[in-house]
């Protein structure tokens, strides 16, 4: 589905783009979709040579819920000192965050197409367990215990 997207990626930019056929939810639940993209990763990263690879022009970048797959593996990797450094990461409407889905940016874009707000809360649920039962505690609020919400308020909150 994004092949056009990538060859365009690679064009524009002129680099290599190795895209990720990762597990999908709900038949595979977290962490499968992660561990996959960040063995490809490594795996990729540990033989730059072998695909002629420009160590230094490496960049990560994903769509959605790949969005969220490539900051998650941009953070694991940014500490490994065996492996070349990441030169940047592309992060296209990514879901970042699970803790409120009442931020002004779900409120003014919750009848966007495509990702209407509970459509995200409900695919952010099939993502991490393959079950939406929850659904309306998460578009509350209420999903997250308060002592939670007060730690992660100073970097997720409507300020």
């Known amino acids: ?20 056929g990762y597990r999908l939810a709900p038949e595979h639940k977290y962490p499968a979709a992660y ?9 990729f990263l540990q033989h ?25 593996v941009s953070q694991t990797l940014a500490g490994r000192s065996d492996l070349p ?24 874009n919750r009848g966007v197409p495509l990702l209407f707000r509970e459509r995200a809360a409900f ?3 099939q993502y991490l367990n393959g079950n939406a039962a929850k659904l ?12 939670i919400k007060l730690k992660y308020q100073k970097w997720v909150s409507p300020d």
């Open 35 to 43: 561990e996959d993209c960040l063995n490809a990763s490594q795996h």
């Open 123 to 125: 695919y952010m649920l």
């Open 85 to 108: 450094r990441l030169r940047a990461q592309i992060l296209i409407y990514p879901g970042l965050q699970a803790l409120d889905f009442n931020l002004p940016s779900y409120q003014q």
């Open 136 to 147: 309306e505690e998460v578009l509350e609020g209420s999903h997250i215990p308060p002592d």
């Open 1 to 20: 589905t994004h092949e056009e997207l990538c060859r365009f990626i690679a064009r524009e930019s002129e680099s290599v783009v190795v895209s990720v």
């Open 48 to 72: 730059l040579q072998h695909y002629g690879v420009d160590p230094a022009r490496v960049t990560v970048c994903g769509d959605s819920a790949g969005g969220n797959l490539a900051a998650a």
